[in-house]
């Protein structure tokens, strides 16, 4: 059974770092057809993807939030680990991992943890 | 950056046909992955790859994706289907995953 599941703190202050850790289970980080990513929604709005790691330790950030974003894994206790600095109130969201399945040069999403409300107030 | 774009908004009779559009250019040449979100609740991937369904999910799912408009099809909707619905690819060109604004379905 595929299971992942978030956590890290509830409450953050302007300007802190965020540090979320998603446990997975039922797979191992080191299949070569799976990789972990990081995706949030503020409340009442849509899905934002964060960043991604596979199993080869290859990592993707978002864009607009690479400056701030740190992925990494470690592998022998099953889990992914984000890092996100400098938060700011408009970072208030739930934040989800997911398991990416890879397939020829596409990938998606097939398991998704549960998900923790992060808010960012002082 | 590469944009997807979804109808905010869907309504549709119980027992009939919901089509749900994604709009993005020449979106054909990759592949659409969909999701839905009831409140509360952690998304679930409900089709990929523009039109294969994972195990579980009712026939009554189905995708396509052709020129510049990806669209799921749920077929005889239940009130169990009313939640947002999502698409989602990977931009290989600038290695971002990008998701669409989301559509929320509703029963009437």
């Known amino acids: 059974q595929v299971t992942l599941k978030e956590s890290g703190p509830v409450l953050v202050k302007p300007t802190e770092t965020l540090t979320l850790t998603c446990t997975v289970s039922g797979f191992s980080l080191s299949n070569a057809r799976m990789g972990v990513s990081w995706i949030r929604q503020p409340p009442g709005k849509a899905l934002e993807w964060l960043a991604h790691?596979?199993?080869?330790?290859?990592?993707s950030y978002s864009t607009s939030l690479k400056s701030r974003l740190t992925i990494s894994k470690d592998t022998s206790k099953s889990q992914v680990v984000l890092t996100m600095t400098n938060m700011d109130p408009v970072d208030t969201a739930t934040y989800y991992c997911a398991r990416i399945l890879l397939y020829w040069s596409a990938f998606y999403f097939d398991y998704w943890g549960q998900g923790t409300l992060v808010t960012v107030s002082s | 950056s590469y944009v997807l774009t979804q109808p905010p908004s869907v309504s549709v009779a119980p027992g009939q046909t919901a089509r749900i559009t994604c709009g993005g250019n020449n979106i054909g040449s990759k592949s659409v992955h969909w999701y839905q979100q009831k409140p509360g609740q952690a998304p679930v991937l409900v089709v990929y790859?523009?039109?294969d369904r994972p195990s579980g999910i009712p026939e009554r799912f189905s995708g396509s994706n052709s020129g510049n408009t990806a669209t799921l099809t749920i077929s005889r909707v239940e009130a169990g289907d009313e939640a947002d619905y999502y698409c989602?690819?990977?931009?290989?060109?600038?290695?971002?995953?990008?998701f669409g604004g989301g559509t929320k379905l509703t029963v009437l």
């Open positions: 989602q690819v990977w931009d290989s060109s600038s290695d971002q995953v990008v």
């Open positions: 790691i596979f199993s080869n330790d290859e990592k």
């Open positions: 790859d523009d039109s």
